[in-house]
């Protein structure tokens, strides 16, 4: 049973910093792709970031380059998303997710966390 759980969320100010992390078990991840999804108050669920966890490509929303970064440890088996120059329409419950073919290109996700709150002040 694969389990995601995310951590680090919180109430930073705009122009801070927060880093997620997502503590993947459940399965040997090497095949897989991790992304992470926000979602804010009335709004549907989005694309923020994706990453292989074999070989590090990665992939990111239009909104967020420049200012996020994904990354993974391999041997902790952990997907971290660094937020930096947050702003406050980042405010979204974020959500990690696993994918099994290792895709970083689809929207459609297999295995998904319970999510973080993130939220930003001006």
């Known amino acids: 049973q694969v389990q995601l759980v995310e951590s680090g969320g919180g109430l930073v100010q705009a122009g801070g910093s927060l880093r997620l992390s997502c503590a993947a078990s459940?399965?040997?991840?090497?095949?897989?792709?991790m992304g992470w999804f926000r979602q804010a108050p009335g709004k549907e669920r989005e694309f923020v970031a994706a990453?292989?966890?074999?070989?590090?490509?990665?992939r990111y929303a239009d909104s967020v380059k420049g200012r996020f970064t994904i990354s993974r440890d391999i041997p902790k088996s952990t997907v971290y998303l660094q937020m930096s120059s947050l702003k406050p329409e980042d405010t979204a419950v974020y959500y990690c997710?696993?994918?099994?073919?290792?895709?970083?290109?689809?929207?459609?996700?297999?295995?998904w966390g319970q999510g973080t709150q993130v939220t930003v002040s001006s």
């Open positions: 997710a696993a994918r099994m073919d290792g895709s970083i290109w689809r929207a459609q996700y297999d295995y």
């Open positions: 459940g399965r040997t991840f090497r095949s897989y792709s």
């Open positions: 990453i292989t966890w074999s070989g590090g490509n990665t």
